[in-house]
């Protein structure tokens, strides 16, 4: 027991140790991160916040670029290898080992680090629309008690449940702001600027402004309930058109491929190709061509279903 405890805390040490010289070598890397990120268009500081990619800009930056140094070095060692392996000259040695990381990985990576908040943004901003209604209700319910917005937003775990993992986000963010003594109509204003949701958005703004000049909340709420109402029935029906069209491509294909099989097969009769038989198309066709089609109309039909679902 006394070993286990032993090699255990020398593990964390270890790891500590370990951490901190990476952090040491990261740290002139961060810089150059930074400015690459920020030579972009975007506010990506919302939205690695608003994804939940990091809970900062800061932390953010920092595990992109201790997940960069590693690959940037390892494609150097790979391509050095490489070249020694085939027994290129010295020169071409050193080239790889600049080319390889510089020109290929870093780009890679960069537009990685890059797209994968805004996908995970977009994505949960869809998601969130599809579960605002029942932020509003609880919010509704909440409101009725006549206590302050940091009582309600504190309360939202409870009466949310389990799907107050949903808003996590913009409600910790708010609570953590206003104990920090940022003024709620402030804490409000600045989680609407992060969050991904139209809804959650127009609410958090709504709310802030109805906090500063001193309104009641109630009006606020059954008035972004309607609209979200209205707007979630127009979904609703682009989501029922894309869907009917997804049915109408499957349908197309299921009746197209045994057209094509036969076609094909009456010319390999005709025309016989060394390297294509009449039974490799059918299995071709059969195990890959038809389940592949299927599987993705399934896919995007449940991917549509479920942003709607609330």
Do not use: C
């Not at 790979?78 to 510089?102: E, Q, R, Y």
């Not at 209700?137 to 206590?147: D, E, F, N, T, V």
């Not at 009456?266 to 890959?288: E, G, H, N, R, V």
Request: aromatic share 8%.
């Amino acid at each position: 027991m006394l070993e286990s405890h032993i090699d255990s805390s020398l593990l964390r040490r270890l790891r500590r140790k370990l951490y901190s010289v990476l952090q040491v070598l990261v740290t002139p890397f961060e810089k150059f991160v930074a400015l690459f990120l920020k030579s972009f268009k975007i506010d990506l500081e919302t939205i690695v916040i608003g994804s939940g990619v990091a809970t900062s800009y800061r932390k953010y930056v920092e595990k992109v670029s201790m997940a960069l140094l590693p690959a940037l070095l390892f494609s150097s060692i790979a391509s050095t290898l490489l070249a020694l392996h085939l027994s290129a000259p010295p020169l071409v040695i050193a080239l790889l080992a600049l080319v390889a990381p510089l020109l290929i990985v870093l780009p890679i990576a960069m537009a990685l680090a890059i797209s994968i908040p805004v996908i995970l943004y977009r994505n949960r901003g869809e998601v969130l629309e599809s579960k605002a209604l029942q932020l509003l209700l609880a919010l509704s319910l909440l409101g009725a008690s006549g206590q302050s917005i940091y009582k309600n937003l504190e309360a939202l775990p409870i009466v949310l449940g389990k799907d107050f993992k949903f808003f996590f986000i913009e409600i910790d963010l708010a609570t953590s702001l206003i104990r920090a003594g940022v003024p709620v109509d402030e804490a409000l204003k600045r989680v609407s600027n992060i969050t991904p949701s139209q809804t959650l958005r127009e609410l958090f703004s709504s709310l802030a402004s109805a906090i500063a000049i001193g309104g009641g909340i109630t009006n606020v709420l059954s008035s972004l309930l309607e609209r979200y109402v209205s707007r979630y029935s127009i979904r609703i029906e682009k989501s029922v058109e894309t869907l009917n069209v997804y049915m109408e491509v499957y349908v197309a294909v299921a009746l197209l491929i045994p057209v094509l099989v036969g076609s094909i097969a009456a010319l390999l009769l005709l025309y016989p190709i060394s390297w294509l038989s009449f039974d490799a198309l059918m299995i071709l066709t059969t195990l890959l061509l038809v389940p592949i089609a299927s599987t993705s109309i399934v896919v995007l039909s449940d991917v549509i279903v479920s942003r709607m679902r609330p």
